[in-house]
């Protein structure tokens, strides 16, 4: 399979190895996301030294280093190391690993890639300060080594290397986030493959997937839609049944919370302050709790935002990752092993009320291709779902996406996934002008408010069309940002 996507961070690493300097290198990002892929088909042929630490099991922690160790000890004998004994501490490993880098340096540079870094630092190791003195005392002042590693447990990796406050402090040259693909690269990822899939369908699938390259990998030739999510998910012995276990298994340490924090926040599309997650959750305010919300946001599991109308003050944090919405939105079907489930409730108003609110939620995702289709790309904007609680005296709204311009234009967006050309007809002209007054009322008279359609094929033309003043389609949405 070849590289698809990934061009700003290819171009990036490629600067990296031609700066003539030494290069400490992080990359993080949740997992099957495809950071091994793209580092090892990058760099494969100039790989120096390649190591991957050994997933976390259940036994007693001193065979659980010794084991760590014995692996990389492997690791220096596959790339040349002859002669030495498995090293007994981190300290002897990473000595051995200047031996071996020694031994191999012609002049040329020296790409050394460490993978899953975050399962080598197991307790009582003494990893971290062993690293920091491999990377401090020695590789630092080789202007060719160029050093990367990386995780998917994004907790290890900001706390002990993005944010470091002790020996490795300030000592990235670099930190690249990979995030899921958007559209038009999953769509390229299926086309490589040679699966045929409608952009109708790959959409579908984004609702489902969301970006992870890993899991589109599953998608078959000659399979529908319906069925290769039923493989995936339903049918016994699925590849992705236990998935959004292993999920948080790989970003935390201690997932219970995390996932206790994210099922909370699928309850509510628009989600809930910091003080309502502390209190339904049941936990204190404390610093561990905000080093897991930054993790769950550096994940592209949750997202940090202001409503509409509201203050700084009132900020909520909401879940936007469709797999982890989907998995939680189909629990009991998965767990029941519902074989053909997908194929049988294709058509199901339950499946295409689901499709309503998770391609709203692709839409978010994609925020950069809708500014581009409407025309406003540079100019800042910041969007939000809206919904207006009614009173004795009026009525209630609720608004799919409103986006706020610095240019003062306000687009209120209608976000319909459907079959065909959609159709305004009267009862929904009428929906609209309410809503599009009653925000209206509550902006200052400078802003001017543009009703937006963002849907799959566009507007049937008839006489309630003319008051769209810009629509969006899904062949938008597949564009670069």
Request: with cysteine; charged share 25%; hydrophobic share 35%.
């Amino acid at each position: 399979m070849k590289l698809v996507g990934r061009k700003e961070e290819i171009k990036l690493l490629e600067s990296l190895y031609s700066s003539g300097n030494a290069e400490f290198v992080a990359m993080y990002g949740r997992r099957r996301v495809g950071k091994t892929f793209l580092l090892g088909e990058l760099f494969r042929s100039r790989m120096t030294f390649w190591h991957t630490g050994l997933p976390p099991y259940d036994r007693d922690k001193t065979y659980l280093l010794r084991d760590q160790l014995q692996a990389f000890h492997y690791s220096l004998e596959e790339y040349g190391l002859k002669g030495y004994q498995c090293p007994t501490s981190w300290l002897e490993a990473f000595h051995q690993l200047t031996i071996l880098l020694k031994q191999k340096d012609n002049g040329s540079r020296q790409v050394v890639f460490i993978d899953e870094l975050p399962w080598m630092d197991t307790a009582r190791s003494r990893f971290i300060p062993a690293f920091e003195q491999f990377w401090n005392g020695w590789a630092s002042r080789r202007s060719n080594i160029m050093l990367i590693v990386c995780g998917s447990a994004t907790s290890w990796m900001t706390d002990n290397l993005i944010n470091n406050k002790g020996g490795l402090y300030n000592r990235l040259t670099r930190e690249i986030k990979l995030s899921p693909f958007k559209l038009n690269e999953c769509e390229d990822f299926l086309k490589a493959k040679g699966v045929a899939m409608s952009r109708y369908e790959i959409t579908q699938a984004y609702m489902i997937l969301g970006g992870i390259p890993h899991y589109f990998n599953f998608f078959e030739k000659g399979n529908s839609l319906a069925q290769s999510i039923d493989k995936m998910f339903f049918a016994e012995n699925a590849p992705l049944r236990f998935e959004y276990q292993r999920l948080f298994g790989s970003l935390f340490t201690s997932p219970n919370l995390p996932m206790k924090i994210v099922e909370l926040l699928a309850t509510k599309r628009q989600g809930f302050s910091r003080r309502e997650i502390l209190e339904k959750v049941g936990v204190q305010d404390s610093g561990s709790f905000s080093d897991i919300m930054n993790a769950l946001q550096s994940s592209d599991l949750i997202v940090q935002y202001k409503p509409f109308g509201e203050s700084k003050r009132k900020e909520k944090f909401k879940l936007v990752d469709n797999f982890c919405l989907f998995n939680l939105k189909f629990a009991d079907a998965i767990k029941k092993n519902s074989a053909q489930y997908w194929q049988k409730n294709y058509n199901s108003s339950k499946l295409n009320v689901w499709r309503g609110f998770a391609f709203e939620e692709v839409c978010f995702v994609h925020i950069q291709q809708i500014k581009k289709a409407l025309g406003f790309s540079s100019v800042s904007s910041t969007q939000s779902g809206w919904i207006l609680q009614g009173s004795e005296n009026a009525s209630g709204t609720q608004i799919d996406m409103i986006i706020e311009r610095s240019d003062n234009v306000v687009n209120l967006c209608e976000i319909k996934y459907y079959g065909k050309q959609f159709l305004i007809d009267k009862s929904y002209d009428e929906i609209l002008r309410n809503r599009l007054q009653t925000l209206i009322d509550r902006l200052p008279g400078k802003k001017t408010v543009h009703l937006t359609m963002i849907t799959t094929f566009g507007l049937s033309p008839n006489e309630y069309s003319g008051q769209i003043q810009s629509l969006v389609t899904l062949d938008d949405l597949f564009k670069d940002e």
